[in-house]
């Protein structure tokens, strides 16, 4: 028999893809839309800030981190399956790479699908590792996330200081070919911008799992929840050096003390992003949020998808065109729209399906009875 599912995992994975769209959601429609048609207001100015000093890189990381927490629920039902979990794991991993592939050209170039798929395929030897073992892994990663955030300042400044607006996207089919010539710029972004964050949270899931976190009155939990206070202080003091350091990368004149300040992100987000953990996991444990919270969760394929598809028919030269239209406030609204539509979605499924269709997909690709 199955062990009951914890719907604080799948709250934490709901809340994640929240953040995720908010972030993606402007990515989105770097290219795809329209030039725009009105300066940015003041608002906009401060909404985008708050993006980049609360979510931008602290969300991708607790997203990260489930990916890491699951693979331990892979090996029990591998367990239960009577079936070889390495077999089974290698065959998600290639599931995953090819619906990852897919979403890079018809959906969305920022797609980290393919990047989890190769950090899954990174981690497979450490899998059998002690948990000890792997927060030392996590935490020797973080130096080398924030050497890859430097490198990503320096090459703005070096190299893409003066990229010009994208193509003029009219059909999806333009949008296609576009995505086609610059995955390979965009992934060598998320590669250095997620990569080795997503790789530490993915030992720290990983070791989370193992040591049964979220059980009750479980130890390395209660000893995080003590320390909230100074873990959020310190999240924010280091992603608001972060933030600014990023405000201040301008190639003209190079701001070189700002590159160097790109390396407070990932350090930011090690703490900002275990302080997002603890108060989701508080929010659930006080109060019952809607089945739509835990269906999303259930279904964090498929939304994460979901999310690019809605938006682009938005904001994409070839959809309605709203990017034009819209500054950082409005992205921000269209994206909190998304989620809820997301979100009714993936609890209207539900009532008749047990799984999202790509977590189906992604079964049948892997053999999972």
């Known amino acids: 028999m199955s062990r009951a599912r914890n719907p604080e995992v799948d709250l934490l994975r709901s809340f994640a893809l929240v953040g995720i769209c908010i972030v993606n959601l402007p990515l989105l429609a770097l290219y795809d839309a329209p030039e725009p048609m009105r300066e940015p207001s003041g608002l906009d100015e401060i909404v985008y800030f708050a993006n980049v000093w609360l979510l931008e890189g602290k969300v991708f990381p607790l997203f990260a981190f489930m990916f890491g927490w699951g693979i331990v629920s892979q090996q029990a039902s591998a367990v239960r399956d009577g079936q070889s979990f390495s077999h089974r794991y290698a065959r998600r991993l290639l599931g995953l790479l090819v619906l990852g592939v897919l979403h890079a050209l018809f959906v969305y170039t920022g797609d980290i699908l393919v990047l989890y798929a190769l950090l899954g395929l990174l981690i497979w030897p450490c899998i059998g590792w002690p948990g000890s073992r792997l927060v030392r892994l996590a935490l020797a990663t973080v130096p080398v996330a924030a050497l890859a955030y430097v490198a990503l300042g320096s090459l703005y400044l070096i190299e893409f200081g003066d990229t010009t607006s994208g193509p003029s996207i009219v059909t999806f089919m333009d949008a296609v070919a576009y995505r086609q ?158 989620c809820l539509v997301t979100m009714l979605f993936a609890r209207i499924w539900q009532i008749w399906f047990r799984r999202g269709p790509l977590e189906e997909v992604l079964r049948a690709l892997t053999g999972t009875r």
């Open 181 to 338: 010539f610059d995955w390979p710029f965009t992934f060598s972004f998320v590669v250095l911008f997620n990569g080795p964050a997503a790789f530490a949270a993915f030992c720290l899931g990983l070791a989370g799992a193992r040591a049964g976190l979220l059980q009750k009155d479980n130890a390395h939990y209660l000893w995080l929840r003590r320390r909230i206070i100074p873990i959020t202080l310190a999240g924010l003091t280091l992603s608001l050096g972060y933030a600014i350091a990023e405000a201040n990368l301008t190639p003209e004149p190079p701001d070189w003390s700002a590159v160097a300040g790109m390396a407070l992100g990932p350090l930011g987000a090690l703490f900002l992003s275990s302080a997002y953990f603890v108060a989701i996991v508080e929010l659930a444990r006080h109060f019952t949020f809607p089945q739509a919270f835990v269906a999303t969760g259930k279904s964090s394929l498929t939304t994460y998808v979901l999310q690019g598809l809605i938006g682009g028919v938005l904001v994409s030269g070839y959809g309605l065109g709203l990017g034009a239209q819209m500054g950082s406030a409005g992205y921000l609204v269209t994206a909190l729209v998304v």
